[in-house]
Structures are given as C-alpha cells and as structure tokens.
C-alpha cells in the first residue's frame, strides 16, 4: 500500500528520488544522504520506502545493490536538486569510474511530478526507472499510482517475472538501527 500525502505547499514541487548503492554500510548512507538533502534550502524529505537487497543490473559480475526510494518536496530549480544530489553523492565518496559499476551512493531524479526535461545534465522522467524492478518496487511502496510512461507504477511492478520480484527483498527493520527522522516512515 501507498504512503497517502497532502499535496505540495504552494511554491513546491515534488520529487521521486532513487538510491541505490553496493559499497560500505549503504543501509545507513541512504539515510545519511537523506539527512543531508533535508538540510539542503527549499529541499523537504517526505518518506522513504523499504530497502530492499537487490541483484547488480547492468553489469552483474559485481556485489548485490542495496535501493530504496524517496519522495521529496523541493522549492528551488530541478537542476538546484540535481546539484544537491550530485554533492550529496560527492559528500558520501561517490567516484565516479564505470557507468552501472560498483558505487558507495547514486542518487537518480525519477520523476517530478507535472514536471519534464531532457537536457545534456539532467532527464526528467529518469527514461530507464520502468525497466528496473529495484526502483518500481520500492516507489510502489511511496505512490502506485504514479504514472511512468504512460502506465501506473502498479502495472509496471506487474510486468516484472515473479521470480525477479522474489529476488528483490526488503532490507528487515529489526536487523537495521533507527536512522533518520521517524516521521520518513511509510
Ligand atoms: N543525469 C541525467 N538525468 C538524471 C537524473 N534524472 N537523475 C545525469 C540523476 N542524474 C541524471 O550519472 C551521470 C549523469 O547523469 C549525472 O552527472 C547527471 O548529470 P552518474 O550517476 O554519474 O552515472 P551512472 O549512475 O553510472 O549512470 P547511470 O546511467 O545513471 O546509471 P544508473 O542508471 O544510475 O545505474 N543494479 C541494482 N540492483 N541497483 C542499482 O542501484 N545502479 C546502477 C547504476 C547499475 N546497476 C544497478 C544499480
Ligand atoms: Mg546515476
């Protein structure tokens, strides 16, 4: 079931934001980069989904991803919040070396809501979120009915292979420490 939320404060836009990392302790660095966004000006954390362990895409001779999703309230510009990212991505020791390679923190821009762009630094809506079972899950956790490509993220999470669904499982609270604010809870 999805998080019910108000909608945005007037001057506010609201964001779909993807984690994913596969290099140190990237359960507490989601929330770390999380903390970090929030105290960003004009940026507001609203929730974040599950975690799930999930296996490499891309290139799959490398370590399990560990994903999760966010959503965000956000007053500044799209490409302000891709900025955020990317340092906050800096802020966690993100190196940049093979595309879909191993990372400590990726931070993608799914999607915005009544909001598109495709410029040379930043794609809105992120144009690989509906091939990517480790992202349909999680945002079906915070929105299934948002609607990505002309489909509702719940008919997308329906059209994944159920045993590529199995291997994607949720990260459980009780083997994790409280990290972040409680109120980001679904
Ligand atoms: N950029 C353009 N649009 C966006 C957007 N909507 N959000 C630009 C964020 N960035 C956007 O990103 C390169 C540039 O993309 C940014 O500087 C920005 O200007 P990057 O993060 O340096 O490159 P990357 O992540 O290596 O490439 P890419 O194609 O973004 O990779 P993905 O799509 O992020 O995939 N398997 C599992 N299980 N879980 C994962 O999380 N992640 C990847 C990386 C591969 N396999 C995975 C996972
Ligand atoms: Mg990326």
């Not at 991505?89 to 093979?98: G, I, M, P, Q, S």
């Not at 595309?99 to 762009?117: H, K, N, Q």
């Given at each position: 079931m999805s998080a019910l939320l108000e909608k945005p404060e007037d001057g506010f836009m609201r964001a779909y934001i993807g984690l994913g990392g596969n290099i140190g302790d990237v359960y507490s660095n989601f929330f770390k980069a999380l903390e970090l966004l929030d105290d960003?000006?004009?940026?507001?954390?609203?929730?974040?989904?599950?975690?799930?362990?999930?296996?490499?895409?891309?290139?799959?001779?490398q370590d399990w991803f560990v994903n999760t999703c966010a959503v965000l309230d956000f007053s500044i510009s799209p490409v302000s919040l891709l900025e955020d990212c990317l340092d906050v991505e800096d802020r966690l020791n993100r190196a940049r070396t093979v595309r879909w390679g191993p990372r400590t923190m990726d931070l993608d821009i799914l999607f915005i809501e009544d909001f598109e762009i495709k410029t040379e630094n930043l794609i809105v809506p992120h144009p690989r979120t509906h091939?990517?079972?480790f992202v349909i899950k999680p945002l079906y956790d915070l929105n299934d009915q948002l609607i990505v490509q002309n489909k509702t993220i719940a008919q997308w999470l329906e059209s994944f292979d159920k045993a590529?669904?199995?291997?994607?499982?949720?990260?459980a609270m009780d083997e994790t420490p409280q990290l972040g604010k409680a109120e980001w809870r679904i």
């Amino acid at each position: 079931m999805s998080a019910l939320l108000e909608k945005p404060e007037d001057g506010f836009m609201r964001a779909y934001i993807g984690l994913g990392g596969n290099i140190g302790d990237v359960y507490s660095n989601f929330f770390k980069a999380l903390e970090l966004l929030d105290d960003k000006p004009g940026v507001k954390v609203l929730k974040i989904s599950s975690v799930y362990k999930t296996p490499p895409w891309g290139i799959t001779n490398q370590d399990w991803f560990v994903n999760t999703c966010a959503v965000l309230d956000f007053s500044i510009s799209p490409v302000s919040l891709l900025e955020d990212c990317l340092d906050v991505e800096d802020r966690l020791n993100r190196a940049r070396t093979v595309r879909w390679g191993p990372r400590t923190m990726d931070l993608d821009i799914l999607f915005i809501e009544d909001f598109e762009i495709k410029t040379e630094n930043l794609i809105v809506p992120h144009p690989r979120t509906h091939l990517r079972s480790f992202v349909i899950k999680p945002l079906y956790d915070l929105n299934d009915q948002l609607i990505v490509q002309n489909k509702t993220i719940a008919q997308w999470l329906e059209s994944f292979d159920k045993a590529e669904l199995d291997q994607i499982v949720p990260v459980a609270m009780d083997e994790t420490p409280q990290l972040g604010k409680a109120e980001w809870r679904i």
